[in-house]
């Protein structure tokens, strides 16, 4: 088995309509099912959604002193709205984890293995 | 020692061809056994190496491609030994075969036809980029070096070898399985595993300096096709490599210059690859679950058919292009449909499609209006289109074909 970063992207000014609450529900209610599914499986190690990027603090090493700023680290028009990390027997079942992730969230989903391969 | 291929009398030799037939099957063996593909490519390039050295003097085993396995194997289980890593490598489970678990190799490792199978889907699984794929396929299956490859798509060696590198990285940091995908998703994966044939193909038949990419797309359909036996789509391929490759000495001039289809010396078609596709293409029809190879194939039965362009069927190929435009519904396939309307109907009704698809960037879109639009004795139209397309040609040849108004020939 190996670990796998599941991350979730929003694309500024791509996100569409804004979704109604009954939306929101059901897609709530598809993630927590999802959740539920990778427990169940045996592959869920952890997942969340992330608040958006400007409530982001950043340290960084400044002349060998730690400063503490204002974030985020990148200004970017994609950032992380979440993450899973699942564990899966290859990348095909990392794949299938992500398809059903993208059926309930929407934004497009990074697959990236961490490099302790065999955890 | 890793570029054996290169070597120039293998071409020649008796060990030129096995290499070509047995490479693939060799690596995809040890990737089995070793679970590694650097281990497997080594391996089998160093087994090359000594069948070089050995098989003039004592002869050629009585199974060779089971004598290269069999030496890359005790070879790559030395190398192993004698690295630490090597020896992790052995003790371990392997990193992406469904599992190693004879660490002491004493089990045959004899042909499974499967290996090659899984091995031409991981190395077209679609998390790779299509360079990548290609590359990867060339390379494994085909036996292809680094160099051939890089020389087959204009890149430079280092690019390609960082390419390749880049791409087994991939597969193995993020395992990348190695087994041929079930049922519900072989349609799926089966696509650009297809598309990747196509393309060596066609890079064989755009590139004259490399007609061994021709040769090798159709080795590589031939074994999918023995390999995966239902599926359509993949005898399609088959069928229409075979019946492009039937006309592929006839479609140039020496000079390198495109001879259109209708102006073709047809005597000069090989006539055994043309019979060995339309077979192919009627069992398709049987079978009749189309798709886009089996339909381009069909239609290039159809014109295989006609001993002359005026034989030709065209309200069958018009039928056949209605089929196809509408699985794989591209303007390119929409111009194709255009012209074969235009020999049922005459030049207007073509024209008339022509004019409403979006190919400004295309220039047999521009080559197609010329040649409709002299038909219709619009000369001076006819000249501006003619221009379009020679300013967009991608040979010389080709070019000045067109600057001449598209009447070298006639």
């Known amino acids: 088995m190996a670990k796998y970063l599941l991350s979730t992207y929003s694309v500024e000014g791509v996100v569409g309509d804004p979704m109604t609450d009954e939306e ?21 190690v952890f997942g969340g959604a992330l608040h958006d990027p400007d409530t982001a603090t950043v340290v960084r090493l400044s002349g060998g002193e730690v400063m503490t700023t204002d974030g985020p680290f990148a200004e970017s028009k994609e950032h992380l709205g979440g993450f899973y990390i699942i564990e899966a027997e290859d990348l095909d079942a990392a794949l299938a984890w992500a398809s059903k992730t993208i059926a309930a969230v929407k934004h497009p989903i990074e697959v990236r293995p961490f490099r302790d391969a065999e955890a | 020692m890793r570029d054996v291929a290169a070597a120039p009398k293998l071409d020649e030799g008796e060990v030129g061809r096995i290499f070509g037939e047995e490479f693939g099957r060799s690596v995809a063996a040890l990737i089995r056994v070793f679970g590694d593909i650097d281990v497997a490519e080594d391996a089998v390039q160093e087994a090359f190496a000594v069948a070089l050295r050995t098989w003039p003097g004592d002869g050629l085993p009585p199974n060779p491609g089971g004598w290269i396995t069999t030496t890359a ?6 190398r192993l030994r004698r690295e ?3 020896r992790e490598l052995l003790s371990e489970q392997a990193v992406i075969s469904p599992g190693l678990d004879d660490p002491g190799m004493s089990e045959e490792v004899g042909p499974v036809e499967d290996d090659r199978l899984r091995l031409i889907f991981t190395c077209c699984h679609p998390g790779l980029s299509t360079e990548a794929q290609v590359a990867l396929t060339l390379r494994l299956l085909g036996g292809l070096s680094t160099k051939e490859v890089a020389r087959s798509f204009l890149v430079a060696e280092p690019t390609m070898a960082r390419r390749l590198v880049r791409a087994k990285r991939k597969i193995k940091a993020a395992r990348i399985p190695y087994r041929v995908p079930e049922d519900h998703e072989l349609s799926d994966r089966l696509r650009p595993v297809l598309a990747v044939v196509y393309l060596v193909y066609n890079a064989g038949l755009t590139s004259p300096a ?3 990419l021709c040769s090798e797309a159709i080795r590589l359909a031939r074994i999918l096709a023995t390999l995966m036996p239902d ?11 075979l019946l492009t490759e039937s ?14 289809l209708g102006e073709q010396d047809r005597t000069r078609w090989d006539r055994a690859l043309i019979e060995e596709g339309q077979a192919i293409v009627r069992r398709c029809l049987r079978r009749n679950q189309p798709g886009a190879y089996q339909l381009q194939a069909a239609i290039n039965a159809v014109h295989a058919d006609a001993a002359t362009v005026e034989e030709t069927d065209w309200s069958q190929i018009v039928a056949l292009y209605d089929q196809l435009l509408a699985v794989a519904p591209t303007p390119v396939v929409a111009l194709n449909r255009a012209i074969a309307i235009g020999e049922v109907q005459g030049p207007d009704a073509a024209l008339a499609l022509v004019d409403e698809l979006d190919l400004d960037n295309y220039h047999p879109f521009h080559a197609t209006r010329a040649d409709l639009l002299r038909r219709l004795g619009r000369h001076r139209e006819a000249a501006a289109a003619y221009e379009r ?10 070019r000045d074909f067109l600057r001449l108004g598209g009447r070298a020939s006639r």
């Open chain 2, 73 to 78: 194997r005790n070879r790559a289980i030395d």
């Open chain 2, 389 to 398: 397309a020679a300013a967009m040609a991608p040979t010389d040849a080709e």
């Open chain 2, 247 to 260: 006309r592929r000495s006839s479609r140039t001039r020496p000079d390198g210059s495109l001879v259109l």
């Open chain 2, 210 to 212: 490399e007609p061994g």
């Open chain 1, 24 to 44: 929101m529900q059901l897609s709530w209610k598809q993630i927590q099912a999802l959740n539920e599914e990778m427990k169940a499986a045996g592959a869920w």
């Open chain 2, 84 to 86: 630490s890593r090597g």
């Open chain 2, 231 to 241: 599926e359509p789509e993949v005898a399609g391929l088959l069928a229409l490599l």
